[in-house]
C-alpha cells in the first residue's frame, strides 16, 4: 500500500454552536472550486454552486450567478448563498463555489456567525 | 414547536484521505463521512470534474443515481455512486475525477474503496 504523507485535497474543519445549534463548517480546496459544507444537520442537503460572472472591463461590484445543483430551489436558498459564498470566491482568485447548506436556521445572525466560522476554516 | 434530536450515534462530519498507486498512477481519495451517508472524490489531481448523487429508494431495488455536476456523456461517477450506495445503503456523493475513464483503472479504483470500506468502515 502506497501510502502518501501530504493529501492532495486540502481540507479544514470546525464545529460551534449557533444560537444553541450544532453547527459544521468544512472547507474542501479544489483547483476549479472551493467546496463547503455548512450544516446544523450533518448532512450536505442543498447543493448550490456559485459562479463569478465574467465581466468584460469595468470595475464595479462583481456579480455572482448561483445555481441549486440538488434540492429545494427557492429565493432565500439563493440569497444565503450568494451572502456565504461571494466573499470565499473573491478571496480565493475568483474560484467558483460549491455549498452544501443544511441550516435548521437561516436567520441573518446565523448567517453572519457561520462566516465567521467559515474564515476560521480557509484553504484557499 | 421543540428541537427533534437525531437519533443515530453519528458523532459529526470526518475527513478522511489515503491514496494508492494503480496502473502506474497515483489515484488520491477523499471521504467525507456524514450523518447517514458519504462523499467521496477520487481523482489524480486536485480537480473537481463532476459530482453524482445516489441513494436507496423502496421502489426499486437499484439505488437512484443522478449526476448532478459534469459532463454526463461520462458515466463513471453515476455508477460508481450507484453501486456504493447499494454496498452501504447510505446517500453517496461521488466526484470520478481522474482524467481518463478506464474501465480497468475503474475495477482497480472501486477494489481499492471496497477494501478501504472494510478497513475503516467507520470513516464512510
Redesign the interface.
Known amino acids: ?4 504523507a501530504e ?5 479544514r ?1 470546525a ?1 460551534k454552536e449557533v444560537n444553541g445549534i450544532f453547527t ?1 463548517v ?1 472547507c ?6 472551493i ?1 463547503v ?1 455548512l ?1 446544523q ?4 442537503g442543498t ?1 448550490i ?1 456559485v459562479t463569478p460572472d465574467s465581466r468584460s472591463n469595468d470595475i464595479s461590484t462583481p456579480t455572482f450567478s448561483t445555481k441549486v ?2 434540492g429545494k430551489d427557492e429565493p432565500l436558498t439563493h440569497v444565503c448563498a450568494k451572502n456565504l459564498a461571494t466573499f470565499i470566491s473573491q478571496e480565493a482568485g475568483n474560484r467558483p463555489v ?1 455549498l452544501g447548506l443544511a441550516l435548521k436556521d437561516s436567520s441573518i445572525d446565523t448567517i453572519k456567525e457561520i462566516k465567521d466560522i467559515i474564515k476560521s476554516c480557509k484553504v484557499w | 414547536m421543540t428541537e427533534i434530536l437525531n437519533g443515530s450515534d453519528f458523532g459529526g462530519i470526518s475527513v478522511h484521505n489515503f491514496s494508492e498507486k494503480i496502473l502506474e498512477q497515483v489515484v488520491h481519495f477523499h471521504a467525507m463521512k456524514l450523518n447517514g451517508g458519504f462523499f467521496l472524490w477520487i481523482g489524480s489531481a486536485p480537480v473537481l470534474s463532476n459530482l453524482a448523487v445516489s441513494m436507496s429508494s423502496k421502489y426499486d431495488p437499484m439505488p437512484l443515481s443522478t449526476l448532478v455536476m459534469g459532463d454526463p456523456s461520462n458515466t463513471a461517477a453515476n455508477s460508481l455512486a450507484q453501486r456504493l450506495a447499494k454496498r452501504t445503503k447510505k446517500q453517496v456523493f461521488v466526484s470520478y475525477s481522474l482524467p481518463m475513464t478506464d474501465s480497468s483503472l475503474s475495477l482497480l479504483v472501486e477494489n481499492r474503496i471496497k477494501k478501504e470500506m472494510e478497513l475503516h468502515p467507520e470513516n464512510f
Open positions: 500500500m502506497d501510502k502518501m493529501p492532495i485535497i486540502k481540507s474543519q464545529q459544521e468544512v474542501t480546496e479544489f483547483s476549479n472550486y467546496f459544507t450544516t444537520y450533518g448532512k450536505i447543493l454552486s445543483l440538488l460549491l
